[in-house]
């Protein structure tokens, strides 16, 4: 998809290029003034980035996994889907849900930034933000994902779906084997942050 932000450009050409020094130097700043306190602002982004936002995306992937007249819906129309569960806001707003099957595995960057769906993996890591891994993912997207501890048969394609200010991804990972008899709730327990964006695969039970 072309990668089109028209309120993005300017903002981006003032800016150091790499996000993770110039969230240090903000935090920085704003601890010697006495404005924050580091350990509370590790909390909220811990609660953020692997408690709230994460379990609202495996909610969403257990769902797909055990109903599939929700599965049906959600592909074909995902931001509706997520909004009626309560699952939407700024970041999230046009969503697209891709299913990996055994003939392909989808994976999802920002070349531009990090646009991320927050209502449903919560804030984005410091990785998916990284020079290296926006540049990889489209160029060589299997050895990313080695880099992650995955492989893949030679027969399954990667699809590399560009999130933009316009459209964020949702990846539905496939369903371990074995988890037939499992409910909703422990269903979700396998699924990974980084299974939904397509850098890992969900748990095995």
């Known amino acids: 998809m072309p990668h089109d932000h028209h309120d993005h450009d300017h903002a981006h050409a003032l800016l150091p290029p790499d996000p993770a020094l110039r969230v240090r130097a903000l935090e920085t700043i704003l601890t010697e003034k006495g404005l924050i306190d580091p350990a509370a602002l590790d909390e ?8 709230i936002g994460p379990r609202n995306g495996a909610h969403v992937v257990a769902r797909a996994w055990s109903d599939p007249a929700f599965r049906t819906a ?3 129309d995902a931001t509706a889907v997520v909004s009626e569960l309560g699952y939407y806001g700024r970041q999230g707003e046009h969503m697209v849900a891709v299913e990996n099957t055994d003939a392909v595995h989808n994976m999802v960057v920002c070349t531009l930034c990090s646009c991320y769906p927050w209502p449903l993996l919560g804030i984005p890591p ?7 891994y926006r540049a990889r993912a489209v160029r060589e997207p299997r050895k990313v994902l080695a880099d992650f501890g995955v492989t893949l048969p030679e027969d399954t394609a990667v699809r ?11 990846v539905i990972p496939q369903r371990p084997g ?28």
């Not at 982004?45 to 408690?51: P, V």
């Not at 590399?160 to 949702?170: K, N, P, Q």
Request: glycine letters at 8%.
């Open 178 to 205: 074995g988890t037939e008899g499992m409910d909703e709730a422990a269903l979700m327990d396998l699924v990974t942050r980084d299974s939904m964006i397509g850098t890992g695969l969900a748990l095995n039970p």
């Open 160 to 170: 590399v779906w560009d999130s933009t200010a316009e459209v964020r991804y949702l």
């Open 126 to 132: 410091g990785w998916y933000k990284s020079d290296a």
């Open 44 to 51: 909220i982004i811990d609660t953020y980035e692997n408690r």
């Open 74 to 76: 959600l592909l074909e």
